[in-house]
Nanobody, 125 residues
């Protein structure tokens, strides 16, 4: 089992940047595929990005490709989401998620077993 704690959210102007972090408990962090999802008020939880166990493969939603970068540091038990060129439509609560297996559908929230509590990102226009 793994526990996840997100940090790094906040208020930023459009065009700005933020870096989210997700710290994981335990000594088996490298055994988990990690993902980032986001949920805006009144909307479903949407896939943002995912990264495989050693970081060899990354996946992105079309809406964030070229602007967001997912990375991980297994020595620090942490996954990151660097967000650049932020837009007001990026405003949401951002969640990190983990699963031991590479999901059949990487972007499906139902495929991840563990979730953090979320961190709010607000982008002002």
């Amino acid at each position: 089992q793994v526990q996840l704690v997100e940090s790094g959210g906040g208020l930023v102007q459009a065009g700005g940047s933020l870096r989210l972090s997700c710290a994981a408990s335990g000594r088996t962090f490298s055994s988990y595929v990690m993902g980032w999802f986001r949920q805006a008020p009144g909307k479903e939880r949407d896939f943002v990005a995912a990264i495989t166990w050693s970081g060899g493969r990354t996946y992105y939603a079309d809406s964030v490709k070229g602007r967001f970068t997912i990375s991980r540091d297994n020595a620090k038990n942490t996954v990151y989401l660097q967000m650049n060129s932020l837009k007001p439509e990026d405003t949401a609560v951002y969640y990190c998620a983990a699963d031991r297996n590479l999901p059949t559908v990487v972007g499906s929230s139902r495929e991840y077993d563990y979730w953090g509590q979320g961190t709010q990102v607000t982008v002002s226009s």
